[in-house]
T-cell receptor
Framework: DSGVTQTPKHLITATGQRVTLRCSPR?????VYWYQQSLDQGLQFLIQ???????AKGNILERFSAQQFPDLHSELNLSSLELGDSALYFC???????????????FGPGTRLLVL | QQQVKQSPQSLIVQKGGISIINCAYENTAFDYFPWYQQFPGKGPALLIA?????SEKKEGRFTISFNKSAKQFSLHIMDSQPGDSATYFC???????????FGAGTRLTVKP
């Protein structure tokens, strides 16, 4: 158990809808990352927050947004959903702001999103 | 764009054998190379990582070999066990940069 929690575990919705995925980082971790994992694209970095502020952006669509709250939990909002958005969405957390060299990212169990 | 290329896509090894997974990168600015292990239904977990100032790092049965000039690194799993069956991801990032690039993953199956 990494200590990172994500809800819900599974989500089934229809095209055009909006969903919110929630992540609680490990106790003491200030940095939260969101990743999308699909069969054909592998693991893609979406966005990072550190202590409530956006820190870095990866391949995140404009239809997607995220935020980190004062209690450090984070939410990823996906809107105008398309079939291609079906994927596993992972949240990871780390202690330090820059999740690059030397800083371990701890991944949550993921949310499996299915868009029908 | 895929900055980290991983091969093979899938690998089947007999128990006790050596599993080898290879990765190649393009960006010479990368200076941190972790490997993640992912079991079905779980998130990836850091397995072992290396920096380019060393050519090899070993932790138990897991070894990373790093070739800076060839811009390649590989994971070797010695004495592979059925419990090692999982998907393995290599990754690369730059110190101070929050954008970690992952390989496409290798699904390893160790047959008993």
């Amino acid at each position: 158990d990494s200590g990172v929690t994500q809800t819900p575990k599974h989500l089934i919705t229809a095209t055009g809808q909006r969903v919110t995925l929630r992540c609680s980082p490990r106790s003491g971790d200030l940095s939260v990352y969101w990743y999308q994992q699909s069969l054909d694209q592998g693991l893609q970095f979406l966005i990072q927050y550190y202590n409530g502020e956006e820190r870095a952006k990866g391949n995140i669509l404009e239809r997607f947004s995220a935020q980190q709250f004062p209690d450090l939990h984070s939410e990823l909002n996906l809107s105008s959903l398309e079939l291609g958005d079906s994927a596993l969405y992972f949240c990871a957390s780390s202690v330090v702001p820059s999740g690059g060299a030397g800083e371990t990212q701890y991944f949550g169990p993921g949310t499996r999103l299915l868009v029908l | 764009q895929q900055q980290v290329k991983q091969s093979p896509q899938s690998l089947i090894v007999q128990k006790g054998g050596i599993s080898i997974i290879n990765c190649a990168y393009e960006n010479t600015a990368f200076d941190y190379f972790p490997w993640y292990q992912q079991f079905p239904g779980k998130g990836p977990a850091l397995l072992i990582a290396i920096r380019p100032d060393v050519s090899e790092k070993k932790e138990g049965r897991f070894t990373i070999s790093f070739n800076k000039s060839a811009k390649q690194f590989s994971l070797h799993i010695m004495d592979s066990q059925p419990g090692d069956s999982a998907t393995y991801f290599c990754a690369a990032s730059i110190r101070g940069n929050n954008d970690m690039r992952f390989g496409a993953g290798t699904r390893l199956t160790v047959k008993p």
